[in-house]
């Protein structure tokens, strides 16, 4: 016990002055994606005649009394993808965790309000259960997934609606949330009677709630990394080299008419000259390092029981006091844990 007695006469001030002169620190690796354009894009609407190559797509919701409707509650629907292999390649997720995702759109036109606030599916009924306290449906960001036996790689751009251009529940591709931890079809919120929670909801640029969203206003849409269903879908695409998402909106549209969002579309020619955007995404990755790892015994600050861990493996190779990971448990060490005092 020696030596832990000659550690106990150090005053912290000499430690930290050792923490800092070895300059040693647990850094994490962080991986940074910034594409200014999708790999593809698509307006997923059923009588949409140019499927693909269409220069905006909007997005609308159908309802209706009649519950047996053949028409999607969420009509019009924007999907697009982002190839990341160019960025990020694969096996290089392992160990990481997307600590920001941001996706962008821009709007081609004017005249939908702006609603930051999810409703649930008990206002949309008729009569409804629940009132809706403000003007307007958000625009909201999803997932997306496939049915019909189509998947992430044989469904093309400008691949097939549905096997019916009207049926509900029909569509090959369509936006998609967690539903109990299961990514599921949110297209028919009001005839499954529940709520589905986004990735993320519309932010507009320079617009206050309520008002009505200009043209070419840019949509930010802050994916809510911290749900670990949408992280692991996330790392998921991440891993296969694409990452999907979907928007669309409950605002209420009937028989083809209304006022509903449009968004440019990469096909579009002021995107082609340069002049507007098409949908973005910045998103970083960092190394997750699960909890503190100098919080040896876990009580969620780093402070005189861990030192005293640490000192008690001196001159061994515990690993978990090794936090260099050298093979020693030695001044390194007690420099890093040094360096998260009191975290």
Wanted: proline share 6%; glycine share 12%.
């Amino acid at each position: 016990m020696k030596r832990l007695h000659t550690f106990s006469l150090l005053s912290l001030t000499a430690l930290t002055a050792l923490a800092s002169a070895t300059g040693t620190s647990m850094a994490q690796e962080t991986i940074q994606i910034d594409l200014p354009s999708p790999s593809w894009d698509r307006w997923m609407y059923p009588f949409n005649a140019t499927p693909g190559y269409r220069p905006g797509g909007s997005v609308f919701g159908f309802w209706s009394d009649n519950l047996e409707s053949s028409t999607d509650n969420r009509m019009g629907q924007v999907v697009f993808g982002f190839d990341t292999t160019d960025q990020l390649a694969p096996g290089q997720t392992a160990g990481m965790r997307v600590t920001s995702a941001v996706i962008t759109l821009t709007q081609q036109n004017e005249g939908v309000v702006y609603d930051a606030t999810v409703d649930p599916y008990e206002c949309m009924l008729n009569p409804p259960l629940i009132a809706d306290v403000d003007e307007g449906q958000p625009i909201e960001l999803f997932g997306v997934d496939y049915r019909g036996g189509y998947d992430q790689d044989s469904w093309p751009e400008n691949g097939p609606f549905g096997p019916s251009s009207g049926l509900w529940g029909s569509r090959y591709i369509f936006n998609a949330g967690f539903r109990d931890g299961v990514l599921s079809d949110v297209c028919n919120q009001i005839r499954e009677e529940w709520t589905p929670t986004p990735f993320a909801v519309s932010v507009p640029e320079g617009v206050a709630v309520g008002e009505v969203i200009p043209l070419d206003t840019v949509h930010t849409f802050t994916i809510n990394v911290d749900d670990e269903d949408i992280q692991g879908y996330l790392l998921d695409g991440l891993e296969r080299g694409e990452v999907e998402f979907g928007v669309s909106t409950m605002y209420r549209v009937e028989s083809q008419t209304g006022t509903f969002a449009s968004f440019y579309m990469k096909e579009n020619a002021l995107v082609e000259f340069g002049l507007v955007s098409p949908a973005t995404l910045e998103l970083t990755l960092e190394e997750d390092l699960g909890g503190d790892p100098c919080d040896f015994d876990g009580d969620g600050i780093v402070g005189g029981a861990d030192l005293a861990a640490l000192l008690g493996n001196w001159g061994s190779s515990d690993p978990q006091t090794d936090l260099d990971g050298d093979g020693n448990v030695g001044g390194s060490d007690l420099a890093i844990l040094l360096g998260c005092w009191g975290e």
